[in-house]
């Protein structure tokens, strides 16, 4: 069935560290990979997103990788602010079906000051 | 912020009544996607409308409908609600050239009792 899973539920780091969030994904067919950031009572705001045709893309202080080989996603943050604390989705697109998104359950990222 | 809203924020029903939610799409954007969030999940996919018309649609029954109306603002109805309909209601609007460019409201929180 469609998924997009993540490897772990919750992820605590100091601030100022990097933090690493994993996504897993189940079919090889995506087109486009997205990451949220959805805080408390908002919606999923986007961060980055990365073509199925690529393997690395940067932003301010985040970065995607994708491996297809073993369909891992990964978002890091650098230098983890707690303005950072949120849940973290992974999204992808299918383009042939309409373009809706299939997110996974998400990981929520605490920061310690 | 992205340009979309949603009413209400939340809302209290009981089980068997109907329910309306409001999307305003971002200027610009004729594509509107509802998603469905439950607790403590990502969301998910409940159908998309382009056009006025549903241009895709997620595993809901059909007593999850929706509108679109000619300004791209949309409607989602819910009857005979059930218990596990309870979750937050989310909103996206994109261009259909791009889905990968969906902007979301802060969603309707809905509790069916």
């Known amino acids: 069935g469609e998924s997009v899973g993540l490897h772990l539920p919750t992820l605590s780091v100091q601030e100022g560290d990097n933090s690493i969030i994993n996504c897993a994904y189940s079919?090889?067919?995506?087109?486009?990979f997205i990451w949220y950031k959805q805080e408390s009572g908002k919606g999923p705001q986007f961060i980055i997103d990365?073509?199925?045709?690529?393997d690395k893309r940067q932003g301010q202080r985040v970065t995607v990788l994708l491996n297809k080989t073993v369909k891992h996603l990964s978002l890091q943050i650098a230098a983890t602010q707690p303005g950072d604390s949120a849940v973290y989705f992974c999204a992808e697109i299918h383009y042939n079906q309409g373009g809706k998104l299939i997110f996974g359950q998400g990981t929520e990222l605490s920061v310690k000051p | 912020e992205t340009g979309v809203t949603q009413s209400p924020t939340h809302l209290i029903k009981t089980r068997g009544q109907q329910v309306t939610l409001r999307c305003s799409s971002q200027s610009g954007h004729n594509t509107v996607s509802w998603y469905q969030q439950a607790l403590g999940q990502g969301p998910q996919f409940i159908f998309q409308y382009y056009r006025e018309e549903e241009n895709g649609r997620g595993n809901f029954p059909p007593r999850f409908s929706g509108l679109q109306f000619p300004n791209y603002s949309s409607e989602l109805n819910v009857n005979a609600l059930e218990l596990d309909d309870s979750a937050l209601y989310l909103c996206?609007?994109?261009?259909?050239?791009?889905?990968?460019?969906?902007?979301f409201g802060p969603g309707t929180r809905l509790l069916v009792l």
């Open positions: 990365i073509r199925s045709n690529m």
């Open positions: 079919n090889s067919a995506s087109d486009y």
């Open positions: 996206a609007s994109s261009l259909a050239v791009a889905p990968e460019t969906q902007y």
